[in-house]
């Protein structure tokens, strides 16, 4: 006879390193310390501020990007934050850039090949050319 759920003892194994609780949390270790890390660039090139404060947006991202600490959206609207935080240009500039006519005509037609996958569009328009196609060659 099997056991009832509440006979059942789950037991959290003893000897739990340093090393397992440190890879079980390296998602949100990168995701707070590699700011921290990472902030002396902000200070150590005085001369061209700017540029040690956009390079330091694009590390960020770097980093979050190869270790997927955000999803691949979230990490890419990272500038609409970093970028008036930091005083490298101001919100409404920064939303400019990520709403050119380039870009939204390029989310439109992402959206309506999501569309046409969604509803199968592409397979309809498929078998409606093989029912007209002959199907041996002239």
């Known amino acids: 006879m099997l056991p009832l759920k509440s006979q059942i003892r789950y037991q ?3 000897s739990t390193s340093i090393l397992s ?9 990168v995701l707070i ?8 660039i902000l200070f150590s ?3 061209s501020q700017n540029e040690a404060k956009c390079g330091y947006c694009v590390i ?3 980093i979050y990007w190869v ?3 955000l999803p691949l959206a ?5 500038p609409l934050i970093l970028y008036p935080l930091l005083g490298l240009m101001k919100s409404d500039e920064v939303a400019h850039m990520y709403l050119s006519d380039a870009s939204i005509l390029f989310i439109g037609g992402l959206m309506i090949a999501v569309a046409v996958q969604k509803c ?3 397979n309809r328009v498929a078998l409606f050319v093989l029912t007209i196609v002959p199907p041996q060659p002239c």
Do not use: G
């Open 21 to 29: 609780v440190l890879w079980n949390m390296r998602t949100y270790l």
């Open 45 to 47: 090139f005085p001369q």
């Open 67 to 69: 270790m997927e600490v």
């Open 74 to 78: 979230v990490t890419a609207l990272l």
């Open 60 to 62: 960020i991202m770097a």
């Open 120 to 122: 199968k569009l592409h």
């Open 12 to 14: 959290r194994p003893e």
């Open 33 to 40: 310390l590699t700011p921290i890390i990472l902030s002396p």
